[in-house]
């Protein structure tokens, strides 16, 4: 049975002896009417009695669970116990004390939040220092050769070339960084509209063609020439390129490239496949986490934010991306947009 409420318990209690002792009295009146004073006075000193005695149990009561209260939170405040307000029963008080639980929950929960976002900015602050450790290191080492090499104009172009690599590299790092700082911060207002498909991907294959050609690798489109998507071009052209460049980063020469899309009357579907050398298992659940190297991996001079940018524009299209792969036959990433009736 559900236990009654306390305080209805002790209002319970109050009018049993509010009409107990008075109704004996009455009883033992009418058995001795002889001596009704005496009977009466008795009486009410037991009324007064059950009522000051029930009176000092309640609150006595009260004040214990307030007491244990005020220490649950204080030790919560000193980080001595995790959790709230223990409260088996019911009423107003342990209405009160779930609320303080609520509130103990959400400060948790920032807690956890703030906890993480610190990590998370000591972690990006180290991987930067060490990505960035690197090219400045070769930059001194290139700036002393040339200081001494000052009248050997052949050996001058050389680590000017490396030199301008370098700076390229970290230049591409900043400028990485700046854009996941600002999609991570909701600083980017994504400006949509209708674009062609084959234009926006012929477009971003048109950037990498002489490199491609450079390296004897074929890229080619297939796809409904008439297909619109409703997005951002500058930066879906950001997360697509992404993609194409980590493919030709991971092919060799005579591989293929091939970009593809269909649509369906609720999604659009864009797949970026190669021929390449593929990823290994190890690495597929980490692809996308920033500086992310793999062991695996002969790329010596990507910082690990293609994907992962990549990825972070396509959810900020409330899109997805998933990929699939074999070591040795390829790759393939698979973008799927929903199909927006909305500007």
Same mark, same amino acid.
């Given at each position: 049975m559900r236990p009654l409420l306390e305080h209805k318990v @002790?209002?319970? #209690?109050l009018l049993l002896c509010l009409?107990? @002792?008075p109704a004996l009295a009455a009883i033992l009146v009418s058995l001795s009417p002889q001596n009704p004073l005496p009977i009466f006075l008795a009486s009410s000193f037991c009324?007064?009695?059950?009522v000051l005695g029930l009176c000092w149990r309640y609150l006595k009561m009260r004040d214990k669970a307030l007491e244990d209260a005020a220490l649950q939170v204080e030790n919560y405040i000193l980080d001595q116990r995790k959790g709230g307000i223990e409260c088996q029963e019911?009423?107003?008080m342990c209405h009160l004390f779930h609320q303080v639980n609520s509130l103990v929950a959400i400060a948790d929960a920032h807690t956890d939040s703030e906890r993480q976002a610190r990590e998370f900015? #000591?972690?990006?602050?180290?991987?930067i220092s060490h990505q960035l450790r690197t090219p400045i290191a070769a930059l001194n080492i290139y700036n002393g050769i040339l200081q001494q090499e000052a009248d050997d104009a052949a050996a001058v172009r050389e680590f000017a070339d490396l030199t301008e690599q370098e700076l390229d590299r970290m230049e591409s790092l900043v400028q990485s960084l700046l854009k996941m700082a600002r999609l991570d911060?909701?600083?980017?207002?994504?400006? #949509?509209?209708?674009?062609?498909?084959?234009?926006l991907l012929a477009h971003i294959t048109q950037q990498y063609f002489f490199r491609a050609r450079q390296e004897g690798k074929e890229m080619d489109l297939e796809g409904d020439h008439q297909s619109v998507l409703i997005c951002d071009r500058v930066w879906l052209t950001e997360a697509i390129g992404n993609l194409v460049k980590n493919a030709l980063d991971?092919?060799? &020469?005579?591989?293929?490239?091939?970009? &593809?899309? &269909?649509q369906s009357p609720c999604l659009?579907?864009?797949?970026?496949?190669?021929?390449?050398?593929?990823?290994?298992?190890?690495?597929l659940y980490h692809i996308f986490k920033r500086f992310y190297r793999s062991r695996f991996s002969k790329d010596t001079q990507g910082v690990g934010l293609g994907l992962p940018l990549a990825k972070s524009i396509i959810e900020a299209h409330q899109g997805s991306i998933e990929v699939h792969s074999q070591l040795g036959r390829g790759t393939v990433f698979t973008i799927h947009f929903p199909i927006m009736t909305k500007l």
């Open positions: @002790f209002f319970l #209690r009409t107990v @002792f009324v007064d009695g059950a019911e009423g107003i900015l #000591r972690d990006t602050i180290s991987d911060a909701g600083a980017i207002v994504l400006e #949509r509209g209708p674009e062609n498909i084959y234009e991971h092919t060799a &020469r005579g591989d293929h490239i091939l970009i &593809r899309w &269909r659009t579907q864009i797949t970026v496949e190669d021929t390449g050398s593929g990823i290994h298992q190890e690495d």
